[in-house]
């Protein structure tokens, strides 16, 4: 029998507030793909729409079963998710020298997404069983560091540097929260930093150059630079208020690289200016702030460790889209969330906000 408090207790805020940006997000990739060649770029925009469909359709599935249920399926989940990063490694389409998406008929996706859900599921699920006062140990934290392991890998050989860090920075953040004891977190500094060299090498050649390329693009304006140059003139070309909708020259005379896609933001600068920029920084502001007062509210550890985890993947991926965007991270390929076009970045994205609704329907119960 339907339990009526599910219905007075649906967090109708966090439902608007996800709306709205879906709605900015379809005007910007609009204005995005609006050039002179409309028929098939405006193909992109009503494909974007029918991803959101499709998102806000998996949003809603959420509500139907409790989260505690995600705890009993968190490694099957897991499992599954990483079974399909191996299909894209054996049998995944290759598109600009990354081999990162699986073909069902007509439909492309992308499991590299769908990965980050699995990953902060059944680490709440670890996490939630083995939380101290006094902080979680070393040897604790292994199972964790496995887990985040074999996705980080798989994704980082596709290759894919930037789902790949952001799987990393979400276990790191969620490991956080819960707390580290202080020897085991001195020592996992030091292992960082001595794996900074390390890592470093292992980077492919075209990674190294957009590292050093983010910290001088004037020495290559025409060649690796030149998707930050043109970035940078878009966004601080807008101003306060912008040259108007639909008004962006730099998109206009395709200046943009991937304007529909990671430099989205870079029409939006454009077009809106500072002001609109601020704005679309205070919605997001705004929808993590409803992530982290769930998580607060919620009375048991997998459910406020699943709302922590949801919210700093929201959290890493506009910080990491919009600082590349302004020339201070590197360009790693990473879509500003509801904003960019992608199907599975939207759905992915949208189950991860139907989870924050679910905790916060269920809260009372525990």
């Known amino acids: 029998m339907f339990d009526r408090r599910l219905l007075q207790n649906f967090d109708w805020g966090l439902l608007a507030i996800t709306l709205v940006i879906c709605a900015v997000g379809l005007m910007i990739l609009y204005s995005a793909v609006s050039i002179d060649d409309p028929g098939n ?3 992109i925009f009503y494909k974007q729409m029918a991803w959101h469909g499709i998102g806000l359709f998996f949003m809603m599935a959420m509500f139907v079963f409790s989260y505690k249920s995600l705890d009993k399926w968190g490694s099957t989940i897991y499992f599954l998710t990483v079974l399909l990063l191996v299909c894209v490694l054996l049998f995944g389409r290759q598109a600009g020298g990354s081999t990162r998406w699986l073909v069902f008929g007509p439909f492309t996706f992308q499991p590299s997404e769908l990965v980050k859900i699995a990953v902060i599921i059944v680490l709440s699920r670890y996490l939630a069983k083995n939380v101290k006062e006094e902080g979680i140990g070393f040897r604790a934290l292994l199972m964790p560091m496995g887990l985040t392991a074999v996705p980080f890998v798989l994704v980082l050989i596709q290759p894919d540097l930037g789902t790949a860090g952001t799987i990393a920075l979400i276990a790191a953040s969620m490991t956080l929260f819960v707390k580290v004891d202080r020897r085991t977190l001195i020592c996992l500094i030091l292992i960082g930093i001595v794996a900074i060299p390390v890592g470093w090498k292992l980077l492919h050649p075209y990674q190294r150059e957009r590292v050093l390329t983010m910290l001088s693009p004037e020495k290559d304006p025409l060649g690796a630079g030149y998707h930050i140059r043109q ?7 807008g101003l306060i208020l912008g040259k108007g909708y639909l008004q962006g ?4 005379l395709s200046f943009l690289p991937e304007q529909h896609t990671d430099f989205i933001f870079s029409v939006l600068s454009e077009e809106w200016g500072f002001a609109g920029s601020m ?9 993590m702030a409803f992530g982290l ?3 607060h509210a919620c009375r048991d550890s997998f459910g406020a460790i699943l709302c922590v985890g949801v919210t700093v ?3 890493w991926q506009v910080f990491i889209n919009m600082g590349m965007v302004m020339g201070i991270l590197p ?3 990473m879509p500003l969330p509801l904003i960019s076009y992608g199907g599975s970045s939207v759905i992915t994205l949208l189950i991860g906000i139907g989870i924050l609704m679910n905790v916060s329907m269920r809260r009372f119960l525990n």
């Open 313 to 315: 993947m929201l959290f």
């Open 279 to 287: 704005f679309l920084v205070f919605l997001f502001v705004v929808l």
């Open 293 to 295: 007062n769930i998580a």
């Open 249 to 252: 020259t730099q998109k206009k």
């Open 331 to 333: 360009v790693v390929g």
């Open 41 to 43: 770029m405006m193909s």
């Open 231 to 237: 970035s940078k003139i878009a966004v601080g070309s």
